[in-house]
C-alpha cells in the first residue's frame, strides 16, 4: 500500500487558473515538505511543514500556498497558473523535524497551457 | 545559496562491475548528504546517506564516501545489477537555525545503466 498519497497523479490546467494539489501521508511522519522538479531545473525545495506549522517557505511566488488541514495532510494550493508552472510536484515527508530521511510521495505532473 | 554538481549525466556498466557517481556541493556548512533513487516513472526512493561527522558509510553494496576538504562525496555501487539501472540524486543540506536538515538541494541526476 502507499504510505504517501498524492492525488491527482496527472493534471492540466490552462492559464491563469487554481488548482490545489493533495498530499497524505500514512508513516506517521511529524514534517512533510513539498519539492518541485521540472525540466529545466533540479529537484528544488518549497516548503517545510512541521506539526502543521509552516518552517520554511523557499518560494518566491505568494501564488504557492501550503495548506495543512491535519498532520498528515499538506496540500498545494497553485493561484494564477502559469506555463512556467509546469513541473512534478513531490509531497515528502520524514520522521522527525531534522528532515533526515525523507520519504517521497509519487508525484503531481502539473501541465500548464 | 547551496549548489550541488553531479559530475556524470549518464553512467553505463556491466552487470557485475562497480559503478561510482560523484557530487560536489558549494556549501561549507552542509552536513547532511542523502542519496536518492528514481527508477522510471517513479518516485524518488531514499536508498543511503551520510552525515558529516564520518567520512565513509556502508549498506549492503553501497558505500557513500564524503571528502569535507574537496566538497566531494561518492556514491559506490558494488556487484551491480541490471536492477540497480536508475537514476540516482545526489543531495546536500545545511542545518539551519535549529539544527534541522530539511532543506535539501538536489543534483542534477545521474541515469545508470547495467547492462547484463
Known amino acids: 500500500d502507499p504510505k504517501i498519497i498524492q492525488k491527482p497523479k496527472y493534471l492540466v490546467a490552462v492559464t491563469g487558473s487554481e488548482k490545489i494539489l493533495i498530499c497524505e501521508q500514512y508513516l506517521g511522519h511529524n514534517a512533510m515538505y513539498w519539492y518541485r522538479q521540472s525540466a529545466k531545473k533540479p529537484l528544488e525545495f518549497m516548503f517545510s511543514y512541521s506539526y502543521q506549522k509552516l518552517m520554511d517557505n523557499q518560494t518566491a511566488s505568494s501564488r504557492f500556498q501550503p495548506q495543512s488541514s491535519k498532520k498528515n495532510h499538506l496540500d498545494l494550493q497553485i493561484t494564477a497558473l502559469k506555463p512556467d508552472d509546469s513541473a512534478t510536484y513531490f509531497c515528502?515527508?520524514?520522521?522527525?523535524?531534522?528532515?533526515?530521511?525523507?520519504?517521497f510521495g509519487p508525484g503531481t505532473r502539473l501541465t500548464v497551457l | 545559496g547551496e549548489k550541488v554538481e553531479q559530475h556524470e549525466s549518464t553512467l553505463s556498466v556491466r552487470e557485475g562491475d562497480s559503478a561510482v557517481i560523484n557530487c560536489t556541493y558549494t556549501?561549507?556548512?552542509?552536513?547532511?548528504f542523502p542519496w536518492y533513487k528514481q527508477e522510471a516513472g517513479k518516485s524518488l526512493h531514499f536508498v543511503i546517506d551520510?552525515?558529516?561527522?564520518?567520512d565513509r558509510k556502508q549498506s549492503q553494496r553501497l558505500t557513500v564516501l564524503l571528502d569535507k576538504k574537496a566538497k566531494r562525496f561518492s556514491l559506490h555501487i558494488t556487484a551491480t545489477q541490471p536492477e540497480d539501472s536508475a537514476i540516482y540524486f545526489c543531495a546536500a543540506s545545511r542545518p539551519n537555525s535549529g539544527g534541522s536538515n530539511y532543506k535539501l538541494t538536489f543534483g542534477k541526476g545521474t541515469l545508470l545503466t547495467v547492462t547484463p
Open positions: 556549501d561549507t556548512a552542509s552536513s547532511y
Open positions: 515528502a515527508s520524514s520522521p522527525g523535524t531534522g528532515g533526515l530521511e525523507q520519504y
Open positions: 551520510i552525515r558529516s561527522n564520518v
